[in-house]
C-alpha cells in the first residue's frame, strides 16, 4: 500500500526530579545532603532510512513518545536518561507542524537525522544546592516538561526521470521494459493508481531513478480524474519524460493535443515544475511502418522528439543514453548554483552514521532542535 501522507503526535520524555536525600551511616551522625540529579528525558528523533518507500508506519501507529527520565537517588546517583524515540521515514519526506503549517525540516536525502522534539532536563537534587550558609537544604528540582506536537509528514519521490503523459500513453510499458519494476498494464485507462519506481541500468555501471506517475487528463489540476494529487512527486526529479502516444485510438486526443494538455496541466500545478527540463518521446512507433507521424509531431511542437517503442523495444537504447546525458548535465548545473548560493538553512541535520543509530537507546547526537 503506497502511503504519502500522515499525521502523527510526538512528545519526548520528562526530565526526572532531583532527589532529597540524607546520608545516614553508622558513625556519621551528620552526613549531609546526598540528593541525585534526575536524569534528562529522552528524545524523539526523525531518520531518513532508504529501506523505506512509504510513510505506511506511520499510518498504524500515531502517537511516538520517548521515554521519561528516572529520578535522582541518593548516595548522589543521578536518574538513568530516558530512552530516545526513533521515527524512520523514507527520504524526501516533508515535515510540517501541523498547527502552524510551517516546514519544520525536508529530509531530502538517506541517512539525515533530526531532533524534532527536545527531552526535558533532570532536575538538580539537594546536594547541588549546598552553600556555607545552607548546608541541609530540604528540596530539590523537578525535572523539566517534555516538547509535545503534531506534525504533519508528505512524502515527495526522489527520482532522476519523472513519466508524464495521458492514460494509455505506454507508461507504465516503458518503465517495465527500461527497469525491474512490474507496474500494472491493462488496455484500459488509469491502470496506474500510485506512483511507481524503478532504476535503470546502463552500462559502464551507470544507473538512475525513474518514477511513473498516474495517467493525467484535462482538468486534473481541478481534481478531474484522479486529479494532480500525485505531481508532487515529481517535483524533486532533474528531467520530465513526457510519453506521447503516437496513433491513439479517434475517441482520444491526438498527439499535438495530447501534449498541450498535459503541458497545461503541468503549468497550473506549478511554474517551477513546467520549468523543468524536458524531453518529449513519441511511442507506439510499432504501430505504423513510415515515420511521417513523428516528422509531423516534430514540426508542430518545434522540439526534439525521440521515437520510440515500449512493446517492441525499438530506440529504448538511445532513450536511455539520452536520459543519462541530460541528467549529468543537470546535475552540473546544480553544483554551480549551490556553489553560488550562500547556506541559509538554520536546521543543519547530521547523518545517523552510527550503526546503532536506529535502536531506542542511543544517545542523543548534536544534531540540531527544532
Known amino acids: 500500500m503506497f502511503i504519502d501522507r500522515a499525521e502523527i503526535y510526538v512528545r519526548s520524555g520528562k526530565g526526572g526530579s532531583g532527589c532529597v536525600s540524607f546520608r545516614r551511616e553508622k558513625f556519621v551522625p551528620k552526613g549531609g545532603p546526598d540528593g541525585g540529579d534526575g536524569g534528562l528525558g529522552g528524545d524523539v528523533f526523525l531518520v531518513a532510512d532508504a529501506s523505506l518507500g512509504t510513510l505506511l508506519e506511520l499510518s498504524g501507529k500515531h502517537h511516538w513518545i520517548a521515554q521519561n527520565g528516572q529520578p535522582g537517588q541518593g548516595r548522589n546517583k543521578s536518574g538513568r536518561k530516558g530512552r530516545d524515540c526513533i ?8 515535515v510540517y507542524d501541523r498547527d502552524s503549517g510551517h516546514l ?21 537534587g539537594n546536594a547541588f544546592f549546598v552553600t556555607s550558609v545552607r548546608q541541609a537544604p530540604r528540596f530539590a528540582q523537578p525535572g523539566e516538561e517534555p516538547e509535545e506536537r503534531w506534525l504533519r509528514m508528505e512524502l515527495k519521490l526522489i527520482a ?57 487528463i484535462e482538468g486534473a489540476h481541478e481534481g478531474v480524474g484522479l486529479g ?49 527540463p524536458e524531453l518529449v518521446v513519441a511511442n507506439k512507433i510499432d504501430l505504423a511502418n513510415t515515420t511521417t507521424a513523428v516528422d509531423e509531431l516534430r514540426a508542430e511542437l518545434g522540439v526534439d522528439v525521440l521515437a520510440i517503442s515500449g ?34 538553512d538554520p536546521f543543519l541535520a547530521t547523518p545517523a552514521d552510527s550503526p546503532e543509530s536506529g535502536q531506542q537507546d542511543t544517545e542523543p547526537m548534536e544534531d540540531s532542535a527544532i
Open 311 to 344: 512493446v517492441s523495444g525499438a530506440g529504448l537504447e538511445a532513450l536511455g543514453i539520452r536520459l543519462w546525458d541530460m541528467i549529468e548535465q543537470v546535475k552540473e548545473q546544480d553544483k554551480v548554483r549551490i556553489a553560488a548560493e550562500p547556506c541559509e
Open 160 to 216: 532522476d526521470i519523472g513519466l508524464v503523459g495521458l492514460p494509455n500513453a505506454g507508461k507504465s510499458t516503458l518503465l517495465s521494459r527500461l527497469t525491474r519494476a512490474r507496474p500494472k498494464i491493462a488496455d484500459y485507462p488509469f491502470t496506474t493508481l500510485e506512483p511507481h519506481l524503478g532504476i535503470v541500468e546502463l552500462p559502464g555501471y551507470r544507473r538512475f531513478v525513474m518514477a511513473d506517475l498516474p495517467g493525467l
Open 104 to 124: 519544520l525540516k525536508d529530509l531530502d536525502q538517506p541517512d539525515m537525522k533530526v531532533c524534532i522534539a527536545r527531552g526535558g532536563m533532570g532536575g538538580k
Open 228 to 276: 494532480d494529487d500525485f505531481l508532487r512527486h515529481i517535483e524533486r526529479t532533474r528531467v520530465l519524460v513526457h510519453l506521447i502516444d503516437l496513433h491513439p485510438l479517434s475517441s482520444q486526443p491526438q498527439p499535438v493535443e495530447a501534449y498541450r494538455i498535459i503541458r497545461n496541466e503541468l503549468s497550473k500545478y506549478s511554474a517551477k515544475l513546467a520549468a523543468k
Open 87 to 94: 521515527i524512520r521515514v523514507p527520504p524526501g519526506t516533508l
